[in-house]
T-cell receptor
Framework: ELKVEQNPLFLSMQEGKNYTIYCNYSTTSDRLYWYRQDPGKSLESLFVLLSNGAVKQEGRLMASLDTKARLSTLHITAAVHDLSATYFCAVLPKLQGGSEKLVFGKGMKLTVNP | GAVVSQHPSRVICKSGTSVKIECRSLDFQATTMFWYRQFPKQSLMLMAT?????????EQGVEKDKFLINHASLTLSTLTVTSAHPEDSSFYIC?????????????FGPGTRLLVL
């Protein structure tokens, strides 16, 4: 059974600071997703990482994937209050039959303080 | 990007009644849709995979007779919570994969918040 673990689960940081959050998964996969969720809202897709060594950046967020280590990181640069949200990583396991069932981590609640 | 809608966005019902939630892909066809449930401050849990023209595949622990899923067309899947009880109160989110696409991305609907009194 695929397990996806996020670390940390809660993060409070000051504006302007940098931080890296982690997503580990337990079985083979080459597709990892990062989503943002604001309170009371659905998921907003941030990044899709499809191969080992993939790195994608959007604004103050940069995501990377190391399939050998089964690890993805989401780096926050010079945080601003608008980044406050819950961030989920999700992994698509390699299964026979091409199943598309995403497995989500527990999510990391980020609070950026002025 | 592809747009998925859900209706209603919010519903309050009495215990014992049934509630139908619609999930529509607005600008694409979706052979596969997924239904998730999210309890407060928790992650998304997959309930079932809905395939157009066939029976849904339910995850372990999800009662198929309680959560009825119908995927009658390439743009619509419905989830009916039958005889709802307070413990069914949750945020229900659907997602869809573009038919014939690379299946790299699931597009998520805005969610339906169900409160059972």
């Amino acid at each position: 059974e695929l397990k996806v673990e996020q670390n940390p689960l809660f993060l409070s940081m000051q504006e302007g600071k940098n931080y890296t959050i982690y997503c580990n998964y337990s079985t083979t996969s080459d597709r990892l997703y990062w989503y943002r969720q604001d309170p009371g809202k659905s998921l907003e897709s941030l990044f899709v990482l499809l191969s080992n060594g993939a790195v994608k950046q959007e604004g103050r967020l940069m995501a990377s994937l190391d399939t050998k280590a089964r690890l993805s990181t989401l780096h926050i640069t010079a945080a601003v209050h608008d980044l406050s949200a819950t961030y989920f990583c999700a992994v698509l396991p390699k299964l026979q039959g091409g199943s598309e069932k995403l497995v989500f981590g527990k999510g990391m609640k980020l609070t950026v303080n002025p | 990007g592809a747009v998925v809608s859900q209706h209603p966005s919010r519903v309050i019902c009495k215990s014992g009644t049934s509630v139908k939630i619609e999930c529509r892909s607005l600008d694409f066809q979706a052979t596969t849709m997924f239904w998730y449930r999210q309890f407060p401050k928790q992650s998304l849990m997959l309930m079932a995979t809905s395939n157009e023209g066939s029976k849904a595949t339910y995850e372990q622990g999800v009662e198929k007779d309680k959560f009825l899923i119908n995927h009658a067309s390439l743009t619509l899947s419905t989830l009916t919570v039958t005889s709802a009880h307070p413990e069914d109160s949750s945020f229900y989110i659907c997602s869809a994969i573009v038919a014939g696409g690379s299946q790299e991305t699931q597009y998520f609907g805005p969610g339906t918040r169900l409160l059972v009194l």
